[in-house]
């Protein structure tokens, strides 16, 4: 998908609508992660991909051929460096947000599973009150999701 423009002031406006819009939603998703709702910020990663993905194809046409923004006036070229500028600010923000999510997240699957190995009977295979691994209630499992 590709901005549909007739001339550089015109791609300069849209690339500059684009670039805030991808800033509105990614500052949406950090605020999800800062107020520990990450379900939430799921819910608008459908939008954050369209959108990031425009904005990859958009930015390398430019970054491709700087004449596509050149003839636009300065001032239109002002509001889209501006617009990237707080997009800029904004990703840095969502990293940290996801890093401190991800160490809470791996924190707490790794103070369940010290609960469970804690919680488990210890196995003995030898003497009178010995139990066999293969016993009812022997096993544990946990599940972890890699993608989280």
Request: aromatic letters at 4%; proline letters at 6%; charged letters at 25%.
């Given at each position: 998908?590709?901005?549909?423009?007739?001339?550089a002031?015109?791609?300069?406006?849209?690339?500059?609508?684009?670039?805030?819009?991808?800033?509105?939603?990614?500052a949406?998703?950090?605020?999800?992660?800062?107020?520990?709702?990450?379900?939430?910020?799921?819910?608008?990663?459908?939008?954050?991909a369209?959108l990031?993905?425009?904005?990859r194809?958009e930015?390398?046409?430019v970054?491709?051929?700087?004449?596509?923004?050149?003839?636009a006036?300065?001032?239109?070229?002002?509001r889209?460096?501006?617009?990237t500028?707080?997009?800029d600010?904004?990703?840095f923000?969502?990293?940290?947000?996801?890093?401190?999510?991800?160490?809470v997240?791996?924190?707490?699957?790794r103070v369940?599973?010290?609960?469970?190995?804690?919680?488990?009977d210890?196995l003995?295979?030898?003497?009178?009150?010995?139990?066999?691994?293969t016993?009812?209630?022997a096993?544990?499992?946990?599940?972890l999701?890699r993608?989280a």
């Open positions: 998908m590709a901005l549909a423009v007739h001339d002031a015109e791609r300069v406006d849209q690339l500059t609508i684009l670039t805030e819009r991808l800033t509105d939603v990614v949406k998703q950090c605020q999800c992660f800062e107020q520990h709702r990450p379900q939430d910020a799921a819910l608008l990663m459908e939008e954050a369209r990031a993905n425009l904005y194809h930015s390398t046409r970054r491709a051929d700087p004449g596509l923004v050149q003839a006036p300065p001032e239109m070229r002002q889209l460096i501006r617009a500028e707080a997009f600010a904004v990703l923000r969502h990293g940290r947000a996801v890093v401190a999510a991800k160490f997240t791996e924190g707490l699957v369940i599973a010290e609960e469970v190995a804690s919680q488990r210890r003995s295979g030898y003497g009178p009150g010995a139990r066999s691994p016993a009812p209630g096993a544990t499992a946990i599940t999701n993608r």
